[in-house]
């Protein structure tokens, strides 16, 4: 390989098969990618032929290739010059509000009220209260002491998934829609249909359009299209739908807003308002702002440097910046803005006792917030809330006031992390599973505990069954140490 040209070293390494820990593996242990240092090509002067590979394959990337060349410039800067920290950084964003890849697949978690859905590997599995039919497992079905796989009607995989409170959204590789839960305000997007859908089904008006996210709130629906459109149903009493009426809507309909804006990139849903944050980094909120989560003051949108990410939490709200910075508004009961204090704020404010950190990932829910960063360390802070922080020097009703490092998990790599009502789960690279907090309706997937403070390891494991055909099993083991 020694012989081969440069340029066709890098058509290899660029070539987008190979993620920022593969090209750092390369370069520590081949002495081939270190012996070619500072080589000069199109985009300037680098250390070494993979770092070129790096800045490569972040150029092409979604993100970053929306960014100005002064943003650009500002987030290999925050990265201390390393391209390759720089397409960790831009991988790990992406991931973390999809679907993330870990060693034993691809994975992603989200927790409602008191309830968790799981994808592995393309399937879903769910656990804990189905009352209202969330879990997608039918009407008899009440209630899953461990995760239970969903048996959806569509041979495709499941990309997407939300269900943060009484309803679930799945997102298929086809880009179709399938919904389940409770559907009193139409929220599901099946037309007239005022009854509850215990399994999923698919949303027949979005036939032809295909979609890549979906993002639920409190009896209403927010789906993203792969072209950047945004569709949204269910209740509208507060205007959370961006119609500009207060009309719900029994089926998704197009918002008609961004027509002129731009593309939109992610939605995300609170309890009755909405974010979506377009291609040029402006986030955009409508619906309740009792709570002071729009973040407006007195401004029509909320603009944030290069905003990335946002997550709506029920009381507060947090944003990811382009520069790996956090900035959070709305209610500061507990701490749950991070600031050090328990104070409003009604528009975004940094969050400084991070600005040493380069987040990846935010997480906000009932009165606690949660951030990753691009070392794969946890930090949070907010309301324990039963434990859901995760601190066990903690009580289950303390108050953590600015952030802090999550220790319980400090030996492992979070990928990524979901915080329900009072109940929390995390995912590592390796494809382990944590929880922690209330389990009082088996939402952390445990028949025989009330709750805990100690994350404790959920682990899907691969069978054969009689039929021959792969299923998945969830083995419950406590944490050792």
């Known amino acids: 390989m020694e012989n081969l040209p440069s340029h066709i070293i890098i058509e290899i390494l660029a070539s987008g098969r190979l993620g920022p820990s593969d090209l750092a593996r390369l370069e520590a242990t081949c002495r081939l990618f270190r012996s070619r240092g500072h080589v000069a090509f199109s985009g300037g002067e680098f250390g070494s032929l993979v770092d070129y590979a790096a800045y490569r394959i972040c150029e092409n990337h979604e993100i970053f290739a929306s960014l100005s060349q002064e943003a650009k410039l500002a987030l290999v800067e925050r990265c201390g010059g390393s391209w390759k920290k720089a397409l960790r950084f831009l991988k790990s964003v992406e991931g973390s509000s999809g679907t993330v890849e870990t060693a034993s697949g691809n994975m992603q978690v989200t927790t409602g009220r008191y309830h968790t859905l799981l994808i592995h590997d393309s399937s879903v599995y769910s656990c804990g209260s189905s009352l209202c039919g969330v879990l997608g497992h039918g009407q008899d079905i009440t209630q899953c002491a461990s995760f239970s796989r969903v048996n959806l009607p569509s041979p495709s995989q499941v990309i997407n998934i939300s269900a943060a409170h009484n309803h679930a959204a799945f997102v298929m590789q086809t880009g179709e829609v399938f919904t389940c839960g409770d559907n009193s305000s139409y929220c599901c997007g099946h037309g007239e249909v005022g009854r509850t859908i215990f399994r999923p089904t698919r949303i027949e008006a979005l036939d032809g359009i295909p979609c890549k996210q979906v993002a639920t709130g409190l009896s209403f629906t927010v789906i993203l299209t792969r072209s950047g459109q945004v569709y949204t149903c269910g209740s509208n009493t507060h205007g959370q739908l961006g119609h500009g009426d207060t009309l719900d ?83 500061g009961y507990c701490g749950a803005l991070g600031h050090g204090d328990e104070t409003d704020r009604t528009s975004p404010e940094v969050l400084s006792n991070l600005k040493n950190q380069i987040a990846v990932q935010v997480c906000a829910r009932k009165r606690k917030t949660f951030v990753l960063t691009d070392e794969g360390s946890a930090y949070a802070f907010g309301w324990m809330g039963f434990g859901s922080l995760g601190f066990l020097d903690k009580g289950t009703s303390d108050k ?82």
Not at 422 to 429: G, L, N
């Open 249 to 331: 809507r029994s089926e998704p309909k197009l918002v008609s807003l961004f027509e002129g804006l731009g593309r939109v990139v992610q939605v995300a849903a609170g309890a009755s308002y909405t974010f979506s944050v377009t291609d040029d980094g402006v986030v955009h909120s409508f619906g309740s702002c009792t709570n002071f989560c729009l973040g407006h003051g007195d401004q029509h949108d909320v603009l944030l440097p290069r905003a990335i990410q946002v997550s709506a939490g029920d009381e507060h709200a947090v944003a990811l910046d382009s520069n790996g910075h956090v900035y959070t508004w709305g209610r």
């Open 400 to 481: 953590i006031m600015k952030p802090r490092v999550l220790d319980s998990l400090r030996s492992h790599y979070i990928s990524q992390i979901s915080t329900g009502l009072y109940h929390t789960v995390a995912v590592t690279k390796k494809g382990l599973v944590f929880g922690f907090g209330d389990n009082e309706r088996a939402q952390l997937g445990h028949e025989w505990m009330r709750g805990c403070l100690n994350p404790t390891e959920i682990v899907v494991q691969r069978r054969i069954d009689d039929s021959g055909t792969n299923n998945a099993t969830v083995a419950i083991a406590a944490q050792s140490g």
